[in-house]
């Protein structure tokens, strides 16, 4: 006699690439883009699955206070941590995909049984119960809920409201590039300076515009900052806190020398090989910021801070989850360490541009304010003109994060230029 096959019914694969993905990032173990972006390349699902696993990934993400307040009365006592992940990923499905309840409790319950992520009863009989309870629209913690409305005012719910939608693709095009996404089944659908909101047909990274070296991914609040230094073709350039080098590829591609400066070494490999891929070069060093660097000084100084990333909540929802008041200080104190050490590498004359991907006015206009008050050889300028909506604050700007841009600050600093008599040599 043949034995019945006991094995549950599969669940959609894109389900469980979801749902470890999402306990990986829950856990603290990763950040949301590269866990996936690893896992779709792993299993290489079809686009549309890969599209159904982005999705509840990050509208998980996004929408997790209330998906917590809608779960926490159903669940007593402990619950394994991964049966959390399929739950809330479930609910997320339920509440706001509006996928019906049988087909959700039949999915997430068969992963839980053939994955073995916990109990399918309890699964089973969440799933089935769970309904939305009122929560704050925002879907931020209380705190920093507060940072946005002090900032944005009036345009805070307009702002919160945008950070749950997903993130659009901008792309930097060459002219050649724009003709293969178009050539390629893709949409230019925006066009801002220098950077196009994309919508492509299958992964950017298989893309003949990206593979051929004609497209840099870059949200236009970062390029703004790029935009802050002027034109720096043909000049040399140090790109500070240089990460992986997407300004400096901005640069590098405005005919910039660019010096990339980081104290990870492996990012600096990372920038290297997405420059060759655009047919650009560029020089690296791997220094901590926090102590004074021994390089020429330069007339065009970026230091791109590292910062709590708190104005690109669209692209990192999972920063709200992990971020406090607490984290927030640790980073202002790291910024205002390194600020003086990038100024020091200014030419008399020469331009620094600070700037951060995050909205607290202790990373970016508390930073800058304070390095002025004890730098009184630097003075605030104005950017030049930018195609996105900013708010002057201090010293500087924010982006404002509407509409796909991210929140941004930005200041740009000049350094006094030496008098003859300073600048003579007295030997
Ligand atoms: C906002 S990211 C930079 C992004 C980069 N400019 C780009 O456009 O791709 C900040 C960077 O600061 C670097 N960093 C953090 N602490 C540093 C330190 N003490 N010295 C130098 N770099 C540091 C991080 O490794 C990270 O790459």
Wanted: hydrophobic letters at 40%; proline letters at 8%.
């Amino acid at each position: 006699m043949s034995r019945p096959d006991r094995r549950p019914d599969p669940s959609n694969p894109a389900r469980e690439v979801a749902v470890r993905v999402l306990y990986r990032v829950l856990e603290g173990e990763a950040f949301a883009a590269p866990a996936l972006d690893r896992a779709l390349r792993e299993v290489r699902l079809p686009a549309r699955d890969a599209g159904l696993a982005t999705h509840i990934v990050y509208g998980t993400l996004r929408h997790y206070p209330s998906l917590m307040a809608a779960l926490s009365p159903l669940l007593t006592g402990e619950t394994q941590r991964k049966t959390w992940a399929v739950l809330l990923a479930g609910t997320f499905e339920k509440l706001f995909l509006h996928t019906p309840t049988h087909a959700v409790v039949n999915e997430y319950v068969n992963l839980t049984r053939s994955a073995r992520l916990g109990p399918s009863g309890l699964v089973n009989a969440v799933l089935r119960r769970v309904e939305a309870v009122s929560a704050p629209a925002h879907e931020l913690p209380e705190w920093l809920a507060n940072v946005y409305a002090e900032l944005f005012g009036q345009q805070a719910a307009q702002v919160s409201a945008s950070l749950l939608q997903p993130q659009p693709l901008w792309l930097s095009l060459s002219e050649q590039g724009a003709q293969l996404i178009e050539q390629n089944g893709g949409k230019l659908l925006r066009a801002l300076d220098e950077v196009d909101e994309v919508e492509l047909p299958g992964s950017l990274r298989e893309s003949p515009a990206f593979v051929q070296g004609h497209a840099q991914p870059i949200n236009p609040a970062s390029l703004a900052c790029v935009h802050a230094l002027g034109n720096v073709a043909g000049q040399r350039v140090l790109d500070l806190a240089g990460g992986v080098g997407v300004k400096a590829a901005m640069l590098a591609a405005r005919g910039a020398h660019v010096t990339s400066v980081d104290v990870v070494a492996r990012k600096h490999e990372a920038a290297r090989q997405n420059l060759q891929r655009l047919g650009l070069k560029a020089e690296f060093i791997t220094h901590d910021l926090t102590q004074p660097l021994d390089v020429p000084k330069s007339d065009f100084v970026l230091l791109d801070a590292p910062c709590t990333g708190s104005g690109t909540l669209r692209s990192h929802p999972e920063i709200k989850l992990r971020l406090n008041p607490e984290g927030v200080e640790e980073l202002a104190a790291l910024q205002g360490q390194m600020l003086p050490n990038a100024a020091a590498l200014v030419e008399p004359g020469g331009v620094l541009v600070y700037s951060v991907c995050s909205v607290t006015p202790q990373e970016g206009p508390e930073v800058v304010q304070q390095f002025l008050n004890s730098h009184p050889d630097f003075t605030p300028e104005d950017l030049p003109e930018l195609d996105i909506p900013v708010l002057r604050e201090g010293p500087g700007i924010f982006t404002v994060p509407l509409d796909g841009v991210d929140g941004f600050y930005i200041a740009r600093l000049r350094k006094r230029a030496e008098s003859k008599e300073e600048g003579m040599d007295h030997n």
